[in-house]
């Protein structure tokens, strides 16, 4: 009785456990379905539980205006995603932060919806820009956008001036001054941005880069199986691609499904015989700030971005051709290649530089940065020279990246030490080593450590019954310590549960003995203290020649449904407990098959 009254104390306080959280009113219920319907991307039903939501706050809610603003921009209704950005600036009231982000968001969607440098829309960001810094002249990135407006509408003198005012800034990010140096070097950067760097292996076994691809004219279709525009639209790339077989144009899908097979069926189905490539790490649609589908980037023969637009409609195809034969008609200018060129060096120079001291590494694409998660992408039907996008959060498609100066190896003692090198997690001290999942990023040891930290902080304020903390020696209750957190976003605070993710942490064994029958309580408390339920039968399988015990659950919120697993092995003096979130078995089980590589010393 004292050892299942302290495993669901412990349960409450410090073990992570999935937790779908229930909304306090019906508010907060509309928005947290918007947010679920958002990350499995139905958009459409995400926009509905989000005008749901504002008509429940009477149309009060800054926030809510902003994650309306955000859908529209995916959908392609760049109009009212601009006018749902300036409700929300105006019924921010007193948050300024959340009105910096409204204008930010209405600067970056109108550069990006602008064709040339006399267009009004790049006057209308500069005017967003400039409210934005009478709100709070000290953040960053609001005068690097101005300076990139400025820029772009030929301004060079002011925007030079701008430019320069936000690299002697102290808070400046320091990848980004190096790309702020590079644009004060050669302004026509701003105007004429270079696709970002990328290098990956096609379907079809073709290495592909920016080098690779120079005096090509290339189209870069971003899209996915889930995507109902992007599989409406493949008739259209299939068309380019027989219109343009017998010229210097080449056509390159990126996806962004997760799983492998799907894409290959439906390629195959579909006889896409163009180059595809699927991005399950999310690396080069971070790269090119991808966040809506499908967007396409058309790049000329000196790999500079001259065309770029999302969303597909009936003028999709033409807006293509013309952007295409302009690109085709186009000669190669030897200041361009010039300097692509010299960005091509310098960039192996930073990639050497990188390699040799883990810094974080720096932009490749001049384009405006946002500090709201919202991100706007381009405007559909316009020329844009402008591209990229930066987040100070997790961009809304759910993908981010941790900061790979974090990652490689842990500086902290014990079992807190392990290391991360290319796609093995490694922890000496409990001899474990394991393949991280495909398409997730380790959070960094550091927050995990700090993490640890205010964990074991709230386990000393507990005080147990005095019964029990006599049966244990101690009137407190044993904290886990993480070793280990992966999503795609990477980064973890310790409240939310991003999905997929991996969460592994250790407690010592001597405190919970493992065997078969306290799994199953422990499995029954986590189920109850979630509000899920368990599916199948607590089972358990070895692996390394150690025993695991494995639980699944799962919870359905409203129409959609959440999954977990929950595993258990002791490994040398200490019990670990692996936890896969997943919005899908198919999902659950994919992530799931990492345990397989795992080897304990």
């Known amino acids: 009785m004292i050892r299942a009254a302290l495993s669901f104390l412990l349960l409450v306080l410090v073990s992570v456990s999935f937790r779908a959280q229930e909304p306090n009113d019906l508010f907060s219920q509309a928005l947290a379905q918007g947010d679920l319907y958002q990350s499995k991307k139905k958009f459409d039903l995400a926009l509905d539980a989000y005008h749901k939501a504002d008509k429940l706050c009477h149309h009060s809610s800054a926030p809510c205006y902003m994650k309306i603003a955000s859908i529209e921009r995916k959908l392609g209704d760049f109009s009212n995603a601009l006018e749902d950005a300036k409700r929300a600036e105006k019924v921010a009231a007193d948050n300024k932060t959340v009105a910096i982000q409204a204008h930010l968001f209405r600067a970056t969607l109108l550069t990006q919806m602008s064709g040339k440098p006399s267009d009004k829309k790049l006057k209308e960001a500069e005017e967003e820009l400039r409210q934005s810094l009478a709100l709070d002249s000290t953040i960053p990135l609001t005068h690097f956008n101005l300076a990139m407006v400025l820029l772009k509408q030929e301004r060079d003198p002011e925007g030079l ?32 941005p270079f696709a970002p760097d990328f290098s990956f292996t096609t379907y079809e076994k073709e290495n592909l ?14 899209w996915g ?17 027989k219109k343009y077989a017998d010229k210097n144009f080449q056509i ?29 790490s999310g690396k080069v649609q971070e790269s090119f700030k991808i966040d809506s589908f499908p967007t396409y980037i058309l790049l000329d023969k000196d790999g500079v971005i001259r065309y770029r637009q999302s969303g597909f409609g009936e003028g999709t195809q033409a807006e293509l051709e013309e952007a295409i034969n302009k690109a085709l008609k186009r000669e190669s200018d030897p200041k361009l290649a010039a300097a692509a060129a010299a960005d091509q060096q310098s960039s192996m120079v930073r990639a050497n530089d990188q390699s040799a001291s883990t810094a974080k590494p720096s932009l490749h694409s001049a384009g405006l940065q946002t500090g709201s998660s919202a991100n706007a992408s381009s405007g559909s039907g316009s020329a844009v020279p402008a591209a990229g996008l930066e987040n100070s959060s997790a961009n809304s498609s759910g993908r981010g990246t941790a900061n790979p100066a974090n990652t490689p190896t842990s500086a902290f003692p014990g079992i807190e030490g392990g290391s991360v090198s290319g796609n093995v997690y490694t922890n000496p001290a409990l ?19 700090a993490l640890n930290d205010s964990v074991e902080e709230l386990a000393m304020s507990t005080i147990l019954p005095q019964e029990t903390a006599a049966s244990l020696g101690s009137p407190h209750p044993i904290p886990p310590k993480y070793i280990f957190y992966a999503s795609r976003k990477g980064e973890w605070d310790g409240r939310e549960i ?19 029958e306290k799994f199953k309580k422990t499995a029954d408390n986590a189920a109850t203290i979630s509000g899920m339920k368990i599916i ?21 919120i409203g129409a959609l449904h959440v999954y977990k697993t929950l595993v258990q092995s002791l490994v040398g003096d200490y019990r670990i407990e692996i936890e896969i979130n997943a919005y899908s078995t198919d999902e659950l089980q994919q992530v799931a098959s990492f345990l397989q590589t795992i080897s304990i010393k």
């Open 225 to 241: 199986t889930w995507c109902p525009p992007c599989r409406e639209s493949i008739p259209v790339v299939r068309g380019l691609q």
């Open 536 to 556: 199948g039968n607590v089972s358990d399988f070895p692996a390394s020649k150690h025993q695991f015990f494995r639980a699944d659950f799962e919870r359905s």
């Open 252 to 280: 390159v899908g990126i996806s962004s499904d997760d799983d492998e097979d799907v894409w290959k069926t439906f390629i195959k189905a579909q006889q896409m015989t163009w180059s595809e490539y699927i991005d399950l």
């Open 209 to 222: 880069s920016n080098a690779a691809l120079r005096g090509k004219v290339v189209l870069l279709d971003f």
């Open 431 to 449: 001899g474990v080593r394991f393949q991280v999942p495909a398409g997730l990023l380790p959070a960094s040891f550091e927050s995990l450590h």
């Open 161 to 192: 001036a701008e430019m320069n005012a936000y690299v002697g800034l102290p808070n400046a990010d320091p990848a980004t001054v190096v790309e702020a140096r590079r644009i004060i070097a050669s302004p026509i950067r701003a105007r004429s």
């Open 498 to 516: 991003n999905m997929p993710s991996v969460v592994i942490s250790a407690l010592p064994a001597r405190s919970f003995p493992l065997d078969m």
